[in-house]
């Protein structure tokens, strides 16, 4: 599937399409706004406790194939290390194999830089500049919409686990954490002053 179609799709859909009608039309101006817009819907699905339909969501998700582009790829990579959050035994193996496959697809220069960045990754380093990012946001809001860029980051890190250069624990505990933080905020205050829906 490829992104037109997944929108296509996704527009069909009465339940997902009476949530992208509260998004303001300034955040789904492109098919690349839409395409984040769409990963950011499947977490808070989830978060919100409606997991089927944030099941049907990344089920949509999963199916768009790695073109080559990179800004397309992000969200539906989100997506996927989300499904396997509800479903590891289901969707482990062939997510890291299309996380790997991307990371190997290019030139050999940019293969080499890709995976230099990959490995950077895994030892925490990102993780760190983004909770520090977290500390200086402003206001509740902007402090849940970073927490999601970073529960992002950490299922990211989950899913190579066996490569990881932090202690396993401590990201299995930051996202049980940050899925709770967020969890509460949406159940007090509900979703609509989250991106994508302010």
């Known amino acids: 599937m490829n992104v037109k179609e997944l929108i296509e799709e996704v527009e069909n859909d009465a339940e997902l399409v009476s949530y992208l009608n509260l998004v303001p039309k300034k955040n789904k101006k492109t098919q690349m706004d839409a395409m984040h817009v769409l990963n950011r819907l499947s977490y808070i699905l989830y978060l919100s406790d409606n997991t089927a339909l ?35 035994e289901k969707y482990l193996t062939q997510v890291r194999d299309r996380i790997l496959y991307a990371l190997n697809y290019s030139d050999e220069v940019s293969v080499f830089g890709k995976r230099k960045v990959h490995k950077r990754f895994l030892t925490g380093f990102r993780l760190n500049s983004l909770q520090t990012e977290l500390e200086k946001a402003k206001d509740e809001v902007s402090q849940m919409n970073k927490r999601m860029g970073i529960l992002f980051h950490l299922l990211y890190l ?19 954490s940050m899925i709770l933080i967020l969890r509460d905020y949406i159940l007090i205050n509900g979703f609509k002053q989250l991106y994508p829906f302010k």
């Open 54 to 88: 944030a099941q049907s969501m990344i089920d949509k998700m999963v199916q768009v194939n790695f073109d080559g582009d990179y800004r397309y790829w992000e969200p539906v990579q989100n997506s996927a290390l989300l499904a396997i959050l509800i479903d590891e």
């Open 158 to 176: 989950k899913t190579f686990s066996n490569e990881l250069e932090i202690d396993r624990d401590l990201v299995n505990n930051e996202i049980q």
